[in-house]
């Protein structure tokens, strides 16, 4: 077993935990956080089965946007309790921050290795040319497809997310 | 490959029930998106690992659709989320119960 497949155990076991941690956590602004780690720790696994394009898409859609997009709804309906207690915060955060930290120092291994003794053989590893002459040569129309499913999205969400004016301002004590 | 494939599936499997227990026993709305979120984070991470195992460049362009496939979800699931929440003030799952007979 050699660096690597250590680096990887050690990876799977951060993403497992944070998940663990992510889907039982009571607060959502918690269970948000701990996910982040979570895609941080399943993009230096891409990276290590050789897929760095894939990598960086990953901590920059995953964690990057999707994420924040969380944080911003579960803030905007106020989804968390109020009891705000400051003695136990740095107890409450510490496992967050020991899993972030142990992923961001073995990101800086990894990046940091050496090309030639990288972690995938070097053929194996598909940059973002190969990958991008790949997709947009064999699968040019299933991305046009994304892009009209994206474009769908967005007018959705639109519609979904605008004020109606004619409903009653006092919210219905229950059901839909 | 530095780890034999079938870890990688292994470790995929676990991410996947994780996401699917979270998706299917939590109430909060938004914990149920993160459930999806976590199972479709695991199918990428299956089609990364096979994309390395058989080498072909299928699997990795595979991951971009599903990365597309989960931003418009997200999108279009926390817009339904705002929808419902400004309806009836709740994102509590079991109080959606008007049609109960």
Redesign the interface.
């Known amino acids: 077993m050699?660096l690597?497949?250590a680096i990887?155990?050690l990876l799977?076991v951060i993403?497992?935990v944070s998940?663990?941690v992510?889907?039982t956590r009571r607060d959502?602004i918690h269970?948000?956080v701990y996910?982040m780690i979570?895609?941080i720790a399943?993009g230096l696994?891409?990276y290590?089965?050789?897929?760095p394009?894939?990598a960086l898409?990953?901590i920059l859609?995953?964690a990057g946007?999707?994420m924040v997009?969380?944080l911003f709804?579960?803030m905007?309906?106020r989804?968390t309790p109020s009891r705000r207690t400051g003695r136990d915060a740095l107890s409450q955060w510490a496992p967050a921050a020991v899993l972030g930290g142990l992923s961001l120092i073995l990101a800086a291994v990894i990046i940091s290795a050496d090309p030639a003794t990288g972690?995938?053989l070097k053929t194996?590893t598909?940059g973002p040319r190969?990958?991008a002459q790949?997709?947009f040569q064999?699968?040019w129309f299933?991305v046009e497809i994304?892009s009209f499913?994206?474009l769908?999205?967005?007018v959705?969400?639109?519609?979904?997310?605008r004020q109606?004016k004619k409903?009653p301002k006092t919210?219905?004590p229950?059901?839909? | 490959?530095?780890?034999p494939f079938s870890?990688?599936l292994f470790?995929a499997l676990?991410?996947f029930l994780?996401?699917a227990?979270?998706a299917v026993a939590?109430r909060?709305l938004?914990?149920i998106?993160?459930?999806v979120?976590?199972m479709l984070?695991a199918a990428?991470?299956v089609f990364?690992?096979a994309?390395?195992h058989w080498?072909h460049?299928e699997g990795?362009?595979f991951?971009?659709?599903i990365?597309?496939?989960?931003?418009?979800?997200?999108?279009?699931g926390?817009?339904?989320?705002?929808?419902?929440?400004?309806?009836?003030?709740?994102?509590n799952a079991d109080?959606?119960?008007?049609?109960k007979g």
């Open positions: 050699n690597y497949a990887f155990y799977a993403l497992l998940t663990t992510a889907i959502a269970a948000v996910l979570s895609f399943t696994i891409f290590l089965l050789g897929a394009f894939l898409l990953e859609i995953y946007a999707i997009l969380f709804i579960v905007m309906l989804l972690p995938a194996l598909a190969e990958l790949f997709l064999k699968y299933p994304a499913l994206l769908i999205a967005l959705g969400a639109l519609f979904l997310g109606e409903e919210p219905r229950e059901g839909l | 490959m530095i780890v870890h990688v470790l676990v991410l994780l996401g227990v979270c939590r909060n938004v914990m998106l993160i459930g979120e976590i984070n990428g991470l990364v690992g994309s390395l080498e460049l990795q362009a991951v971009i659709f990365l597309t496939l989960a931003a418009a979800e997200v999108a279009v926390l817009a339904l989320i705002i929808s419902s929440h400004r309806r009836t003030g709740s994102v109080r959606y119960n008007l049609l």
